[in-house]
């Protein structure tokens, strides 16, 4: 098994406790009070509250892998429904509720995360900064919550670049993650990202021609050599804050890190909607 990065393994550490407050019940019971009823309601709003008010445009450019249709029904419709401030607030209360009750060291792990979260790069990441300049609680479950969104979100724009110098639009990329799995998954992915099957099957065409596909859906050793190199700069992309971290403490924050990333990842339905694995 090949070792993974150390941006890799920290980005599997963090990710569960950021993406609490899409799947866990009281995360979302947090949502749903604010009045934001559905999933996806709670999820466009949660996620691109960070830019204020915005219309769809700014979120169809910086969640990517979503139909234009999927955003447009959401935005700016879900700001008649709540304001972006009280959208912050809920998932940050949400998210709260679940951390406080996992077992470990919140505040050293919080600390350290924070510092990381500190030290990331904020030009070109759209989502990255807007999360970076919200100001920081001032609870450990808070902190360590808003550091987990501020390091995802700053890595998510950094793969973002990295699929556009590949050149995979939006369909693409959804089509692309499929075949590497050998074509399983199409049936949960595809809707969840609100393409139709003419278009992904349009997209499906594409990657065949390029090289990417091959007759029975599945990825070529094309389209594995374009994700080990999609991979590579998103870890390079998403290197500062460990780096300035140090070895020494980025070590000590996975150690803490880890079994709150454990408890936070029996809480996440899997399959889910936006790709994380469970973590054991």
């Given at each position: 098994m ?50 204020g008010?915005?219309?769809a ?96 979100e ?50 499906t ?33 998403a ?21 709150i990333?454990?408890?936070a ?16």
């Amino acid at each position: 098994m090949t070792e993974l990065s150390i941006e890799r393994r920290m980005w599997s550490l963090y990710e569960p406790v950021h993406a609490v407050t899409y799947f866990a019940d009281d995360a979302l019971a947090a949502f749903e009070a604010a009045g934001l009823r559905g999933f996806w309601r709670g999820y466009f709003a949660g996620r691109s509250a960070p830019l204020g008010a915005v219309p769809a445009g700014p979120v169809l450019a910086a969640f990517y892998g979503f139909a234009p249709r999927m955003v447009t029904r959401a935005l700016p419709d879900v700001w008649t429904r709540i304001t972006p401030e009280a959208a912050l607030a809920a998932r940050l209360e949400g998210a709260r509720r679940v951390l406080r009750k996992v077992d470990g060291d919140l505040t050293e792990t919080a600390s350290l995360l924070r510092a990381a979260a500190e030290a990331v790069d904020l030009h070109g990441r759209v989502l990255g900064a807007a999360n970076a300049m919200l100001p920081w609680p001032d609870d450990p479950a808070g902190v360590l919550w808003q550091a987990a969104t501020v390091l995802r979100e700053h890595r998510g724009d950094g793969h973002l670049a990295a699929l556009l110098v590949e050149g995979l639009d939006g369909v693409e990329c959804n089509v692309w993650r499929v075949a590497l799995r050998d074509g399983d998954g199409r049936d949960f992915y595809q809707p969840a990202r609100g393409w139709t099957d003419e278009e992904w099957d349009a997209a499906t065409d594409r990657l065949r021609t390029r090289g990417w596909v091959d007759a029975s859906g599945r990825a070529t050793e094309a389209a594995r050599s374009a994700c080990t190199a999609i991979e590579a700069t998103t870890d390079a992309l998403a290197a500062t804050p460990w780096r300035v971290l140090g070895t020494d403490a980025t070590a000590r924050c996975a150690e803490l890190l880890r079994p709150i990333a454990v408890q936070a990842s029996r809480l996440l339905r899997h399959p889910n909607p936006i790709g994380l694995p469970a973590l054991d």
